[in-house]
């Protein structure tokens, strides 16, 4: 049996004032979950949550160790605050950031190397899945973190690119059907998310698929009252 997993994803939102509160509603649910919270807000979140059942991480991290890289955030400073989990590959980092599936496997490899559990995030754009080639992009850009070391306790994100913030849900069906794919490639113990628009009124459908884990959060996390009947939908 896996354990269920929702993490949000807070993206470049909130203010230490908003970020207080939000953590306070969250705590207060006794939801079991996860946050990844922007580095300025880490040791805050670390403070607030420690105790409690509401995990925290952040939404990247360099590949490299230490050195003449500036803005970065080492794996290791990361551990410092405590995070347990990490975004890895995130559709905005590919995307937005040129971020390849070489540099995403390397601090996959650098988050697991630094005992926190990556959530490495794949999926297809809309014009991909349109050209029937979404088993190809999310079996290439899963193959490439599993090339550096297998998958250990990772967990998996499936978020299709068309769905991230969009207001476009893939129907449970479509993300079964892209979850079952890479249950193949994975082991059953495996956790597997879905990523894209999940709302406190979609969230149960999709939960309910034999291959969905849980959820990776974005808009829908920033609003306590939503997450919370997410978190419990799971
Ligand atoms: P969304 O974002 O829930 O706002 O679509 C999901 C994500 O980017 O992880």
Redesign the pocket.
């Given at each position: 049996m896996r354990e269920r997993l929702v993490a949000g994803?807070w993206?470049m939102h909130g203010s230490r004032e908003s970020c207080r509160a939000l953590l306070d509603a969250i705590v207060a649910a006794d939801v079991a979950c996860a946050v990844c919270v922007p580095f300025p807000y880490l040791a805050q979140a670390a403070e607030r949550l420690r105790g409690t059942r509401v995990a925290w991480g952040a939404q990247t991290l360099s590949e490299h160790a230490q050195g003449a890289f500036t803005g970065e955030v080492s794996a290791a400073m990361l551990g410092e605050f405590g995070c347990r989990y990490v975004?890895v590959g995130?559709?905005?980092r590919r995307h937005l950031f040129g971020e390849t599936d070489a540099q995403v496997a390397a601090k996959f490899a650098a988050a697991r190397a630094a005992g926190i559990t990556p959530i490495l995030?794949v999926g297809e754009t809309l014009q991909e899945r349109e050209a029937g080639r979404t088993q190809e992009v999310v079996a290439r850009q899963l193959d490439a973190a599993l090339a550096r070391g297998g998958i250990g306790d990772a967990v998996v994100?499936y978020?299709p690119v068309w769905?991230?913030?969009?207001g476009r849900t893939a129907t449970p069906e479509q993300a079964q059907e892209v979850h079952a794919f890479l249950r193949g490639r994975l082991s059953a113990q495996t956790r597997l998310l879905y990523?894209?628009?999940?709302k406190p009124d979609n969230a149960a459908a999709i939960f309910a698929m034999p291959d969905v884990d849980g959820g990776?959060?974005?808009?829908?996390?920033l609003v306590a009252n939503d997450f919370i009947a997410i978190c419990r939908a799971a």
């Open positions: 994803n993206k975004l995130h559709s905005e995030c994100a978020e769905a991230i913030g969009t990523g894209g628009s999940v990776l959060i974005g808009g829908a996390s």
